[in-house]
């Protein structure tokens, strides 16, 4: 039996947030460099970025709204009905890679280019009008610098993987056609899920492949590698299938081979991703305790993986070279569980199930801060999370 594993596209209600108003902190620039946090309200009356500034003590203040220039679209959970959050299902619907922010419109079926301004990095502007994506609903988006090159999942009918040449002045251009996910993805517009459905998209360390994870719904889900030949994304998958990995959900590189992957049917496992982009599973951890664990995130400076719970507040830590779980951290229960999150320096930040963002100090392996975000917007449409610089 597994464990609440449908939980965070099951939720229908969510419990009363905190009712303490923003926090008011100016201090953001005391380490004489601006800092920003960055998510997704992926909204279908219009969707925008949300940007926060983070002070030198790590804390967030003065929430910022700017278009993407299109429509968002929420995804459907097994019940039938638009999920309350997780609106994409997924990981990595915003990236940021210098002044660069990229970020999904999945009810236009488009990917938007965002300028980050040095100065203000709250200050963003469209670079060019959103690109279409040639499939049906965008859900996740990565990015090369090395090659310029962006490439988006869509999650839809019409999935697959397309990609553009990244021009910082001028915007975004197709770069060949729509990738297919083949029978991997037997979708609808919009998707219903978890199980079935696409989870993320990412370039490896090396910028030799693109790599996509899917969840199954009943067999092993996917790890697609998608390799860059000559410059270039193929338009021909190598498609794999790990036997004991059934919700293939976020995932993240922790070197240049290797990628450590959550899985709320089980925990999490660390894969390599071998030089023909076949994959093995080298490490199988189980969590015993997790309820929901969808979320994944790596700390290189201490070589630290965490898995996310989305099904209560906890991250659990795992020694990314041994996969060993080392033990965890716990938010204000009365937030519910954790979804999208970054990491800068020794603080995380992530969404929470009610409507607010969570600050961790990971070194402490405490809660510093609950920005609640009740007067500003609605949670539904809240995803992803980037961090500038």
């Known amino acids: 039996m597994l464990n609440n594993m449908f939980l965070p596209s099951l939720l229908l209600l969510v419990p009363t947030v905190l009712s303490a108003p923003f926090d008011i902190w100016h201090g953001h620039q005391g380490d004489g460099t601006a800092k920003a946090a960055y998510f997704l309200d992926n909204n279908p009356s219009g969707s925008a970025i949300i940007c926060l500034r983070i002070g030198f003590d790590g804390i967030v203040n003065d929430p910022v709204r700017t278009s993407t220039g299109g429509y968002g679209a929420i995804g459907m959970n097994l019940t039938g009905f638009p999920n309350a959050v997780d609106p994409l299902i997924s990981q990595g619907s915003v990236t940021v890679n210098g002044n660069l922010l990229l970020t999904v419109n999945a009810g236009s079926n488009t990917v938007a280019l965002l300028h980050i301004d040095e100065q203000d990095p709250c200050q963003l502007t469209l670079v060019g009008p959103p690109a279409d994506t040639l499939g049906e609903f965008p859900i996740s988006v990565t990015y090369s610098e090395q090659l310029k090159t962006a490439c988006v999942l869509n999650g839809g009918t019409k999935a697959g993987v397309s990609c553009f040449n990244v021009d910082p002045d001028h915007g975004l251009r197709t770069a060949g056609p729509l990738r297919s996910l083949g029978s991997a993805i037997d979708e609808t517009t919009p998707p219903t899920g978890p199980p079935g459905s696409s989870s993320e998209i990412l370039f490896n360390p090396t910028s030799s492949a693109v790599i996509v994870s899917i969840k199954g719904s009943g067999p092993p889900g996917y790890i697609v590698a998608f390799?860059?030949?000559?410059?270039?994304?193929s338009t021909a998958g190598v498609?794999?299938?790990?036997?004991?990995?059934?919700?293939?959900?976020?995932?993240?590189?922790?070197?240049?081979?290797?990628?450590?992957?959550?899985?709320?049917?089980?925990?999490?496992?660390?894969?390599?991703i071998n030089s023909d982009y076949t994959v093995t599973e080298k490490v199988h951890t189980v969590i015993s305790n997790q309820?929901?664990?969808c979320w994944a995130n790596y700390d290189v400076a201490t070589n630290t993986a965490y898995a996310i719970d989305a099904g209560q507040p906890v991250v659990y830590t795992l020694d990314?070279?041994?996969?060993?779980?080392?033990?965890?951290?716990?938010?204000?229960?009365?937030?519910?569980?954790?979804?999208?999150?970054?990491?800068?320096?020794?603080?995380m930040y992530s969404l929470a199930l009610v409507n607010g963002v969570v600050v961790f100090d990971i070194r402490e392996k405490k809660q510093i801060q609950f920005l609640n975000l009740t007067g500003f917007g609605e949670r539904q449409g809240y995803t992803g999370m980037a961090l500038w610089p």
């Open 320 to 347: 990314a070279s041994t996969g060993v779980l080392m033990g965890n951290f716990t938010a204000d229960g009365t937030i519910g569980g954790l979804f999208d999150s970054a990491i800068g320096g020794r603080y």
């Open 291 to 293: 309820s929901a664990v």
């Open 227 to 233: 390799p860059v030949e000559h410059n270039q994304v």
């Open 239 to 272: 498609f794999n299938q790990v036997s004991d990995i059934k919700l293939d959900f976020a995932a993240i590189f922790i070197n240049r081979t290797s990628l450590f992957l959550v899985d709320p049917s089980f925990g999490a496992s660390t894969l390599e």
